[in-house]
């Protein structure tokens, strides 16, 4: 389901934003990583993206998480996405690599 491939691509791109098309056709374009269009019809799933190393392993992601969702079940309920804060998450990452290989080799 649609839905279903909203929340994996939110789990892997994080943000995925909605793009207005140039028709009104029964046609939902989602722009995943800024750079992936994501045009869905439907039956069919269609990728668009510039060329470039970066673009093309984002476009892998997307891809994988495209056929993830259709390979799995849609369920009844969709957690909500939970907003990380950014500076707990590097306070614990550097905390973690600190533990790791020691405070002298990891700066605050």
């Not at 722009?31 to 799933?45: H, Q």
């Not at 993830?68 to 973690?96: G, M, R, V, W």
């Amino acid at each position: 389901s649609i839905q279903l491939l909203l929340h994996i691509l939110q789990m892997t791109a994080g943000q995925v934003e909605t793009v207005i098309g140039e028709s009104s056709d029964k046609k939902k374009i989602i722009r995943a990583f800024g750079s992936i269009d994501i045009i869905l019809e439907t039956n069919l799933v269609t990728l668009e993206w510039i060329a470039s190393p970066c673009n093309d392993m984002f476009a892998d992601a997307v891809l994988s998480a495209i056929l993830q969702a259709e390979s799995l079940e849609s369920p009844k309920y969709f957690p909500t996405n939970t907003i990380t804060d950014e500076t707990h998450f590097k306070q614990c990452l550097i905390e973690l690599l600190q533990d790791m290989f020691g405070e002298d080799s990891v700066p605050k």
